[in-house]
């Protein structure tokens, strides 16, 4: 897979692409009682403590996103 970006930093299309398919993902498990409210708390707690503590503004990005997810 060509990870590149046509336009702007490498990577970047890459990251809201696979943020969006992991939102719709849970939001559609959850939906389908596949995973339910607990499960999905479970599972983006877990996302947020596998962010190193320190501070940059990739992961405080990462932990803003992650946060969103939730309810």
Do not use: T
Not at 26 to 49: C, F, Q, T, Y
């Amino acid at each position: 897979m060509d990870i590149f970006a046509s336009k702007g930093p490498a990577g970047v299309g890459v990251a809201y692409a696979s943020f969006a398919v992991l939102a719709a993902f849970i939001r559609h498990l959850e939906a389908s009682g596949a995973l339910i409210p607990a499960d999905v708390e479970k599972i983006l707690n877990n996302a947020l403590r596998q962010i190193p503590e320190d501070r940059n503004a990739a992961r405080e990005d990462a932990r803003r996103l992650i946060e969103g997810l939730k309810r």
